[in-house]
């Protein structure tokens, strides 16, 4: 069955530490996103890839970076510019038009 | 620009209560709509949709009307469950917005048996 892969589901970075949260889906979508969800709040957008070798920053880049080699992969890394990374990151794609489809997630907890 | 608000949860329902969540967007041209669900731990799920003016999307029991006049695409369903306790995002799309999606804040919905 086609969808999209998050992992790891549980993430722990240490201060100072980048880390890469992976997002891989075979839908062959061409657009992909990374959001970020705070407890009890909404989604906002950290970066979007509409195609291979493009991407733009969202709403709440700063911090982070993203690579889109692959038209199938989208990671993120969460560098030790991001103050306050301890968060839940969706990713999800689109065919261009019509829904995003999500994965189901990654916890990250600065300790 | 555009925009989705919804209405402030918490929702707390007794079971086979009668649900609705209001849902109402700006936007600059003519947005596709959803709702998605997202149950503890997990990432988003899309529940229904509508794609122009006057359509209804159905699915689960759970159904929502397109409404241009009053810009709302409000959530309902007739008998609520346990099984729905979830956070509820409604959701526009837009050609001239690049097809990227703007989310509401979220209604978190407990059902109690």
């Known amino acids: 069955d086609g969808g999209i892969t998050q992992s790891p589901k549980y993430l722990f970075r240490k201060e100072g530490q980048n880390v890469t949260l992976s997002c891989e889906q075979n839908?062959?979508?061409?657009?992909m996103y990374w959001y970020r969800q705070d407890p009890g709040q909404g989604l906002r957008l950290i970066y979007y890839?509409?195609?291979?070798?493009?991407?733009q920053k969202g709403d709440i880049a700063e911090g982070y970076s993203v690579s889109r080699e692959k038209k199938e992969s989208f990671p993120l890394t969460v560098t030790s510019a991001q103050k306050n990374p301890t968060a839940f990151y969706l990713c999800?794609?689109?065919?261009?038009?019509?829904?995003?489809?999500f994965g189901s997630g990654t916890r990250l907890t600065v300790v | 620009g555009n925009s989705v608000t919804q209405m402030e949860g918490p929702v707390t329902l007794s079971e086979e209560a009668f649900l609705t969540i209001n849902c109402t967007y700006t936007?600059?041209?003519?947005?596709?709509l959803f709702w998605y669900v997202q149950y503890p731990g997990e990432g988003l799920q899309l529940l229904l949709k509508?794609?122009?003016?006057?359509d209804k999307g159905s699915n689960k029991g759970f159904e929502a009307t397109y409404r241009k006049e009053t810009t709302s695409f409000h959530l309902e369903k007739g008998s609520v469950q346990v099984s729905d306790s979830a956070v509820y995002f409604c959701?526009?799309?837009?050609?001239?917005?690049?097809?990227?999606?703007?989310f509401g804040p979220g209604t978190r919905l407990s059902v109690l048996p």
């Open positions: 999800a794609s689109s065919p261009g038009m019509g829904s995003y489809t």
């Open positions: 839908l062959n979508h061409d657009a």
């Open positions: 890839s509409q195609i291979v070798n493009d991407f």
């Open positions: 936007a600059t041209g003519y947005p596709s």
């Open positions: 509508a794609t122009k003016a006057d």
């Open positions: 959701a526009l799309s837009e050609e001239n917005y690049g097809q990227n999606f703007v």
